[in-house]
């Protein structure tokens, strides 16, 4: 007798709520990363800048926290970019304090015409109802208080 898998058979993978959205987030990625491979920094890596870039000072937990990554990434990105001179740390172990440094800044300005070239073709490519769609699963997953 054949040994039955209920789940397995009635299981569809393309209906996977969650591979649904890694395949948009790989299909995004993968345009960002033609835009700015010639620049030598990950996705992640240009998101804690761009922070820094802004905020120009941040607390380490208060970083990962607002970008949603894991300790780990944070830590393994923020070696890298502080061993290429665009952030510096300090203070204590428990009050680590990351800020941008004005090569980070002059970093950051030479990225942000090619990273503006990825959003460009990215909201070509998704529309103005993608754009809204992607706003609406955003505000759903990780509302606001």
Partial sequence: MEKKYPFIDNM???SCTASKA????RSLANIYKKHLQKHQITQSQL??????GHFKEIAQA????YMMLERSTVSRDLKRLIENGYLEREGAVNKLTI???EKGLDHLEAILPDWEKAR????????EDGLQALDLVLSKLNPQP
């Fill in 12 to 14: 569809v993978p393309t």
């Fill in 22 to 25: 890694i395949l948009s987030m």
């Fill in 47 to 52: 998101g804690i800048m761009m922070m820094l």
């Fill in 62 to 65: 208060d970083l990962g926290r």
């Fill in 99 to 101: 800020h941008i440094t």
């Fill in 120 to 127: 460009e073709e990215s909201e070509a490519i998704l529309g």
